[in-house]
């Protein structure tokens, strides 16, 4: 008896690892002596599951900011989409505009008083097209007097005047118009260059 009362004391100094935890190795239940091989595995699996944890951690979080940076994206998207949605459409009302200066134009003193009255109607019409269009965005680009800005205008034609300096619009020939602040059309303008 006394001999398998020291194995049991040999084994229990064996095994440090289990004293820790307050409970038998499961090694010693059956029989076997400890060699602590078993506690090491488990802190090598804990070791893995930390580094998993870690990685797993970082791919959350670099989806959470993926999705974040999508839904900013799609916010800016819709957001465009909304402000830049009529372009197609007042492209095409741009040219019947132009055809309402060039009849409001005509309107002079020789004209007859029914011509006139006529042509009184065509203003009224153009005010309020000009209304509706302000409302939604559209502004015109007529920058007479100003250095010439490629972003905003196409320069056709030169003059030679000295009363403006270089590079400055002279005329503007047909209006140019923006949406919100994007160009739809741009202006078409004579340009003075002194020789």
Do not use: W
């Amino acid at each position: 008896m006394k001999e398998e009362e020291k194995e049991k004391k040999i084994e229990e100094k064996e095994c440090q690892c289990h004293k820790e935890e307050k409970r038998p190795c499961p090694h010693q239940e059956h029989g076997k002596k400890c060699d602590g091989k078993h506690r090491q595995k488990k802190n090598e699996e804990l070791e893995k599951l930390k580094i998993e944890k870690e990685e797993l951690i970082k791919k959350v979080q670099y989806a959470q900011a993926e999705l974040i940076n999508y839904r900013k994206r799609k916010d800016e998207e819709v957001l465009n989409f909304k402000k830049y949605c009529n372009k197609d459409l007042i492209a095409e009302l741009i040219p019947i505009i132009d055809n309402f200066e060039r009849a409001i134009k005509l309107d002079d003193n020789d004209l007859t008083d029914e011509l006139s009255k006529f042509l009184e109607g065509f203003k009224m019409m153009y005010a309020s097209l000009m209304e509706i269009l302000k409302k939604f965005g559209v502004e015109e680009i007529s920058r007479q007097g100003e250095v010439f800005d490629s972003t905003q205008e196409e320069a056709l034609m030169t003059d030679n005047l000295e009363e403006y300096e270089d590079d400055v619009v002279t005329e503007v020939l047909l209006k140019g118009y923006k949406l919100n602040g994007k160009v739809i059309r741009p202006a078409s303008v004579k340009i003075n260059k002194k020789d």
